[in-house]
């Protein structure tokens, strides 16, 4: 009986976050895919120390993103190109919000350098410009359209 996709799919969010051990760890298993390794020689590898390596590696095995065999643990070579791009992924989300400018709302005090809001276009207009902000629309929409008729 076939099965629909939907009940396939899983709305559950990518265990792993950036900068953490299940993402060193992974990160290494899958960069040597074509390998398994014991907790000892992960720790060697990624620098970790055995402890957290051990804890960590119960963690992936548990979250199905890595398989284990005799205290050997490596990633399915059928899920490793899913995981690599995951993991991708992640990293252009890293580059990506460590990229972006801060926010100034996120600084204290932000609020006082915005313009007040009129809308009724009623507040003191910058001098020489007495015109309501309905007004300046309107010749800002007529500029617009002598432009593209000119062209």
């Known amino acids: 009986m076939p099965v629909p996709v939907d009940e396939l799919m899983s709305d559950d969010p990518f265990p792993i976050k950036p900068d953490t051990n299940e993402y060193r760890a992974l990160s290494f298993l899958v960069a040597h895919r074509e390998y398994g390794f014991t907790p000892h020689e992960i720790a060697a590898r990624t620098a970790l120390s055995k402890t957290a390596v051990s804890n960590t590696m119960d963690r992936l095995f548990e979250h199905g993103l890595i398989e284990r065999v005799d205290n050997v643990y490596y990633v399915d070579p059928s899920r490793a190109s899913e995981l690599k ?62 432009c593209r008729r000119t062209e």
């Not at 919000?97 to 801060?102: G, I, L, N, T």
């Not at 809308?119 to 300046?136: R, W």
């Open 85 to 146: 791009r995951r993991l991708e992924s992640l990293d252009s989300l890293v580059q990506f919000f460590e990229s972006a400018p801060d926010d100034s709302y996120a600084e204290k005090g932000w609020e006082q350098e915005l313009p007040p809001f009129d809308p009724d276009g009623k507040a003191d207009a910058p001098e020489g410009n007495s015109k309501t902000a309905e007004a300046q629309a309107d010749a800002l929409i007529a500029d617009i359209e002598d």
